[in-house]
């Protein structure tokens, strides 16, 4: 039993030879048998079990929801009303959830099953799952190497068949860089096209979920269901919800835009190599393909880190002790009670991004710091939306390095420089996938990543199965 | 643009967090290296260019002006480290002046 899509188990639960609970009972074992991966921070097989069973039973009437069948891990920053939730922080040590965010009543309200939640980097920053509260999760294909980050606990699960599908959230590059170095697919869809509503926030105006699973059709299909407005976020899109499960595309004589980084040091050569491959095989099929220099590439990440670090200082400004979560003993009076709770509370890369934001918003820096980041946002946003007047899509790495090893990272912007490739897309507001194709010399995972214009998931969602089926290189 | 000690240590009370003695060169040393890295931005010239403000360009989403109450009062009160049934309780706020 491994199975690669919901549309594989349903045939499967149709003729009678896999029953629901079979199948639960099968990826328990699974997460039992990879416990050493640290993926999973909560298991919840007694109430996973008993849906089955239920779900079982609507199946057979022919009454199920559209994901009857999927078995799905939730990221530890995403709300189930009366579970854990602790954005794998001590500072939210013993919480639970008041309501279940929008996007996953969606998912159960059409039978998908909740199987567990997933550890991650506290608050959803890093890029290695090395700054989790609970330790660090391991990379299934090899023990030695990080996951990636922040849905690392996402990305490991799915990777080691513990569950079909996970969500996780993508600030950026937190669902497509993690997917990349687990060898799956990682989904960004264009912000705002998921409500917000019950996700723990670091930066607003980037964060989005995001879906890890094993088949494009299956995260078209997850995103079809999740995608809508919802009155309890405000920024949540009126843009139509398109039938992306469909994957229906055209894909003749496309344009595509291989984009080139001048700054190529430090960047894997047989990442590029593999690029350079990608290229020639879209020519071969038929496509115009051009390379486009984009030196404004280098500019993407010191804008996501003055803005995300702002952000986060304010939406972090919340966990003070009071009302829900850690509280230290050792404060004297309310201010020393404030710091010592956050002080203890809060992992060193948060308290290190706390304070660059503090310091970005600070009076005198302001303008210099903020206002200039969200300018070179704004140009950034044009000149990467403007790729799109030319070309259906834009081909990227979704990595600089193939999965590095614990600790091989050493300081914070060495790690920064894990995202390089993602951020365009969560600066640009645009979406993005991470495809599982390539493999370097050493047989460690390429993830190759797509974009395209603002709320056009359906064409990259169908280009993504296109290229999944026709590369080559894939089949290596 | 250098952080010195007393910025640090001001920024540090800002976002109501401590530092440790030991933690302080280490973390002085991380914010600058990303200052003088982000610094970069200076070369992208942005004169005439709007700051961004809003990620999303539609109009706001109204709903109707209708009082709910998303939280009962005993569940607000649930989680809390400390409260009294009616409010949460805090150490005490006032300094007393004659020390």
């Known amino acids: 039993m491994h199975y690669r899509s919901l549309s594989q188990v349903r045939n499967d639960l149709d003729n009678g030879s896999l029953t629901l609970p079979e199948l639960v009972r099968h990826y328990l074992r699974n997460i039992e048998e990879n416990a050493h991966l640290n993926a999973f921070l909560s298991v919840y097989g007694d109430s996973a079990l008993e849906h089955s069973e239920k779900i079982q039973t609507k199946l057979l009437k022919g009454n199920a929801g559209?994901?009857?069948?999927?078995?799905?891990?939730?990221?530890?920053?995403?709300?189930?009303?009366?579970?854990?939730?602790?954005?794998?922080?001590?500072?939210?040590?013993?919480?639970?959830s008041q309501f279940t965010a929008t996007a996953i009543q969606r998912l159960i309200d059409e039978d998908a099953i909740i199987i567990g939640r997933l550890n991650c980097d506290e608050f959803a920053m890093g890029s290695s799952n090395e700054n989790s509260a609970f330790g660090?999760?391991?990379?299934?294909?090899?023990?030695?190497?990080?996951?990636?980050?922040?849905?690392?606990?996402?990305?490991?699960?799915?990777?080691?068949?513990?569950?079909?599908?996970?969500?996780?959230?993508?600030t950026g590059g937190s669902v497509r860089q993690p997917a990349a170095f687990c060898d799956i697919i990682g989904l960004k869809p264009t912000y705002s096209r998921i409500s917000r509503y019950g996700l723990a926030s670091y930066a607003s105006s980037f964060d989005i979920i995001g879906i890890l699973s094993k088949s494009v059709e299956d995260a078209a299909l997850l995103l079809e269901i999740m995608t809508g407005y919802d009155e309890m976020d405000s920024t949540?899109?009126?843009?139509?919800?398109?039938?992306?499960?469909?994957?229906?595309?055209?894909?003749?004589?496309?344009?595509?835009?291989?984009?080139?980084?001048?700054?190529?040091?430090?960047?894997?050569?047989?990442?590029?190599?593999?690029?350079?491959?990608?290229?020639?095989?879209?020519?071969?099929?038929g496509h115009v393909v051009e390379?486009?220099?984009?030196?404004?590439?280098?500019?993407?990440?010191?804008?996501?880190?003055?803005?995300?670090?702002?952000?986060?200082?304010?939406?972090?400004?919340?966990?003070?002790?009071?009302?829900?979560?850690?509280?230290?003993?050792?404060?004297?009076?309310?201010?020393s009670m404030y710091k010592k709770s956050r002080s203890e509370g809060f992992g060193e890369e948060v308290r290190r991004r706390i304070l660059l934001g503090t310091f970005v918003l600070s009076a005198n820096y302001y303008d210099a710091y903020y206002t200039k980041a969200q300018k070179v946002r704004r140009f950034l946003q044009d000149k990467t939306r403007s790729l799109f007047d030319k070309y259906d899509f834009v081909i990227l790495p979704t990595t600089p390095t193939p999965p590095f090893k614990f600790g091989e990272n050493?300081?914070?912007?060495?790690?920064?420089?894990?995202?390089?490739?993602?951020?365009?897309?969560?600066?640009?507001?645009?979406?993005?996938?991470?495809?599982?194709?390539?493999?370097?010399?050493?047989?460690?995972?390429?993830?190759?990543?797509?974009?395209?214009?603002?709320?056009?998931?359906d064409k990259l969602l169908s280009f993504s199965n296109y290229l999944m089926q026709e590369t080559l290189t894939s089949k290596a | 643009m250098q952080i010195t000690k007393e910025t640090l240590e001001k920024i540090a009370h800002l976002a109501r967090l401590e530092i440790k003695p030991?933690?302080?060169?280490?973390?002085?040393?991380?914010?600058?290296?990303?200052?003088?890295?982000?610094?970069?931005?200076?070369?992208?010239?942005?004169?005439?260019?709007?700051?961004?403000?809003?990620?999303?360009?539609?109009?706001n989403g109204f709903r109707d002006d209708l009082a709910t109450n998303a939280l009962a009062k005993a569940d607000g009160l649930k989680l809390a480290p400390d409260h009294d049934g009616n409010f949460f309780r805090v150490p005490k706020v006032i300094k007393d002046k004659s020390k």
């Open chain 1, 66 to 96: 559209r994901l009857a069948g999927l078995v799905l891990g939730i990221k530890d920053v995403l709300c189930i009303k009366d579970r854990p939730l602790q954005a794998s922080s001590r500072i939210l040590d013993s919480f639970h």
């Open chain 1, 136 to 170: 660090p999760v391991l990379n299934p294909l090899d023990n030695n190497r990080v996951p990636g980050g922040s849905s690392g606990g996402s990305a490991a699960a799915v990777a080691s068949d513990c569950c079909l599908a996970a969500l996780g959230t993508d």
């Open chain 1, 236 to 285: 949540s899109s009126n843009e139509p919800v398109l039938r992306y499960a469909e994957l229906a595309g055209n894909h003749e004589k496309l344009k595509i835009g291989m984009l080139n980084y001048s700054g190529d040091e430090g960047i894997d050569p047989d990442i590029l190599q593999y690029m350079r491959s990608i290229s020639s095989e879209l020519k071969e099929l």
């Open chain 1, 291 to 335: 390379e486009i220099d984009f030196p404004e590439l280098e500019y993407a990440l010191p804008t996501y880190y003055i803005l995300t670090t702002a952000e986060a200082s304010t939406n972090l400004s919340r966990y003070d002790g009071v009302r829900y979560g850690h509280r230290s003993t050792n404060g004297h009076d309310l201010e």
């Open chain 1, 410 to 457: 050493a300081t914070p912007l060495q790690m920064f420089l894990a995202d390089l490739f993602t951020v365009l897309a969560s600066v640009a507001g645009i979406p993005a996938i991470s495809l599982p194709l390539g493999k370097t010399s050493e047989g460690l995972p390429v993830g190759v990543q797509v974009m395209s214009d603002a709320f056009t998931e």
């Open chain 2, 22 to 59: 030991e933690e302080e060169a280490g973390l002085l040393n991380d914010l600058n290296e990303i200052l003088v890295w982000v610094e970069k931005l200076n070369e992208v010239n942005t004169d005439g260019v709007e700051p961004i403000i809003h990620m999303t360009r539609e109009i």
